[in-house]
């Protein structure tokens, strides 16, 4: 007889199980807990229990009674919570509410600095080329005047790839001109590589990555971009050069824009100048360096197999971080590397 109870209630909790809406769920009602249900039934066989099992069997069936009864009112809750949740979620749906635009990705603002000085010095003659940014101490030191003893090679001021790490023979591996091969510290590859493959005249940009192991800082990184430009024809002068400068700063900066050359020194250049631009920082106007310049070193063009006698020519790199920093008041150049889209879309 116990054995009836435990039967009816693995049956019961089944059926419990197999209901999903509240049809199923007063048809369990009326089948189980009803007055003509199962536990009616099962109390009428009270009568035939032998006297000394009555009791045990009361208890037992009341129990079940009672859980059958509890688990039947959770069910009905949960069927109500989910039947609200699922009105609720309908009256929030407006399937005729215009959707939200989509946002819509867009370029990195460097990206957009090197689209528009393309375009500035594109306007000026100037064809856009590329180099390699993995190369060789030929092309970022030597044809540019750059002796081995010179400073600027210290490989604490340069990436060398570990594979030729200086000090090392790697005389053997060394390509397309020879020497270490390292990460550019410097677009003026590109000069090199282009009077190498092209006759002059010759009027070129070219926009790349450079990397030098400076510490970040709120004006250094340790990967920036440079902008090159070179332009190789019979008499060219530091007018042309003052000339394109100014002409690109205006368009850039804005008409009133000044320029200025301050002389300096690179190896490759002779004589050389840092370029300067007097634009408003939001502290009033200031002077501001922007990259160095100069006329072609005759060493270089020697270098490349050009005649200096005949050859005149200019050249200049700069900082192209620089550039969007200033057209855009970036008070530090991290945030144009940490890549928070908060940022990137303010411009
Ligand atoms: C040069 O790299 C020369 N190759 C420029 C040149 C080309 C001179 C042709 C003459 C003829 P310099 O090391 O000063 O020069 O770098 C040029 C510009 O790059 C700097 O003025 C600055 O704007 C930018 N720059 C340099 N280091 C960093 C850095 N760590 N982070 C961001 N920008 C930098």
Not at 15 to 40: C, H, N, T
Not at 41 to 70: C, I, T, Y
Not at 132 to 147: C, G, T, Y
């Amino acid at each position: 007889m116990l054995e009836r109870i435990n039967q009816l209630e693995t049956q019961a909790r089944e059926a419990l199980q197999q209901v999903k809406d509240s049809a199923a769920l007063e048809q369990f009602r009326i089948r189980y807990l009803g007055a003509k249900g199962a536990l009616k039934d099962l109390m009428g066989l009270m009568k035939d229990v032998p006297a000394d099992q009555k009791r045990s069997f009361g208890q037992k069936a009341n129990a079940l009674k009672q859980a059958l009864n509890e688990a039947f009112e959770a069910a009905k809750d949960s069927l109500n919570d989910s039947r609200s949740q699922a009105s609720s979620l309908k009256a929030q749906l407006d399937l005729t509410e215009p959707p939200l635009p989509p946002r819509l990705g867009r370029r990195h603002i460097i990206t957009q600095t090197m689209d528009e000085l393309a375009e500035v010095f594109g306007r000026m003659g100037f064809d856009l080329v590329t180099g390699p940014e993995l190369e060789d101490e030929r092309h970022n030191f030597e044809a540019l005047n750059i002796p081995p003893q010179h400073p600027a090679r210290d490989p604490l001021d340069n990436y060398y790839l570990a594979t030729a790490a200086p000090g090392r023979d790697v005389s053997a591996s060394a390509s397309s001109g020879g020497g270490l091969r390292m990460l550019r510290s410097q677009t003026s590859t590109v000069q090199i590589r282009v009077m190498e493959k092209t006759q002059p005249p010759l009027r070129v940009v070219s926009m790349g990555r450079v990397y030098r192991p400076d510490e970040h800082d709120a004006t250094h990184y340790s990967m920036f971009h440079q902008i090159e430009g070179l332009y190789v024809d019979r008499g060219v002068s530091l007018v042309d050069l003052n000339t394109t400068l100014l002409q690109f700063a205006q368009a850039v900066f804005g008409p009133q824009t000044q320029v200025k050359l301050v002389p300096s020194y690179f190896p490759f250049t002779e004589p050389s100048a840092e370029m300067y631009v007097r634009i408003d920082l939001g502290k009033g106007m200031q002077w501001m360096e922007l990259g160095g310049c100069g006329m072609v070193d005759p060493a270089v063009f020697e270098a490349v197999g050009y005649d200096p006698e005949v050859w005149t020519g200019f050249a200049f790199g700069l900082g192209i971080e620089r550039i969007a920093m200033r057209r855009h008041n970036i008070t530090d150049i991290r945030w144009l590397f940490e890549n928070d889209v908060r940022f990137l879309r303010r411009f």
